[in-house]
């Protein structure tokens, strides 16, 4: 089975480890190396046992840890052609691979392929995970809006990690200029919480074990509200069991193990 730990995610930085007993790679390297290199260490990893990052896009957030992390260890580093053409020079790591926006690549016993999202980058994907044993794991955040396409490629996954960006009422009153506000509500802008909600029932009722709500604005959500949003959303359409957590900004979070665990894990609500 995949263990995936979210070391860190939010609209300030994001970074997951997904492992299996023999391979481990990273998806989104955001914050700093040092950052990464630390909550790796948290995890009870270390970034000589990583054996490829996978990148969904070259927002900040997702590459400020590259440049510096691939001059300690040349990890190869997969991510679109047009991505890494926008993405920022003192970030860009000499072990680039590039792929189309459609993709699938084998790392050890871990395979990976990507899908397209919409976001106001050059480019962005989400990407499933999957292991030998056919355990698989979908992450898909930055959209501004639910694409079929998304809709299909989640829909393979037993564990999906997924964005909850904001509360629409928090940001309509926060202190964020307009132009600003209207990006984040824009169709290549980020998901609300009530589209996450409806996003997870979806998933849900196509056999979605466990949930991970990610990306949350420091600014303009608050992972209590994002969680009962979404638990709400889940319980009243009948998805009493799906697995839900938050993905924390700080700290690693272990998403569930859903229906085959056989260890009980409890998460704070947080
Ligand atoms: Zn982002
Ligand atoms: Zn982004």
Same mark, same amino acid.
């Given at each position: 089975m995949l263990k995936v730990d979210i070391l860190f995610s939010s609209s300030s930085g994001n970074c997951t480890l997904v492992r299996t007993e023999k391979t481990q790679i990273l998806i989104d390297c955001g914050r700093s190396a040092r950052a990464v290199c630390t909550a790796l260490r948290e995890a009870g990893?270390? $970034? %000589?046992? $990583?054996?490829a990052i996978f990148i969904t896009h070259e927002h900040a957030d997702h590459v400020a840890a590259l440049g510096v992390l691939c001059r300690k260890k040349p990890i190869p580093v997969h991510m679109t052609e047009k991505s890494a053409a926008a993405m920022p020079e003192k970030c860009r790591p000499d072990s680039l691979v590039v792929h189309p926006r459609e993709y699938s690549e084998t790392v050890g016993d871990i395979e990976v392929s990507s899908f397209p999202l919409p976001h106001d980058s050059a480019d962005h994907v989400g990407y499933v995970v999957t292991d030998s044993c056919g355990d698989s794991f979908g992450i898909a955040t930055d959209m501004g809006h639910v694409t079929e396409s998304a809709i299909e490629n989640l829909s393979r996954c037993r564990r999906v990690m997924i964005e909850a960006n904001h509360d629409e009422e928090m940001l309509a009153e926060g202190r964020y200029p307009p132009f600003l506000k209207r990006r984040i509500l824009s169709p290549r802008g980020h998901l609300s919480n009530s589209d996450c909600a409806e996003l997870a029932c979806l998933l849900a009722e196509r056999g979605c074990e466990a949930i991970a709500l990610a990306h949350l604005s420091p600014e303009n959500n608050l992972p209590s509200l994002a969680y009962s949003d979404v638990r709400c959303a889940l319980d009243s359409a %009948?998805?009493?069991?799906c697995e839900l957590t938050v993905a924390d900004r700080e700290f690693a979070v272990r998403l569930p193990d859903g229906k085959t665990n056989c260890e009980v894990i409890s998460y704070a609500e947080n």
């Open positions: 990893s270390d $970034v %000589g046992a $990583v054996s %009948g998805y009493r069991g």
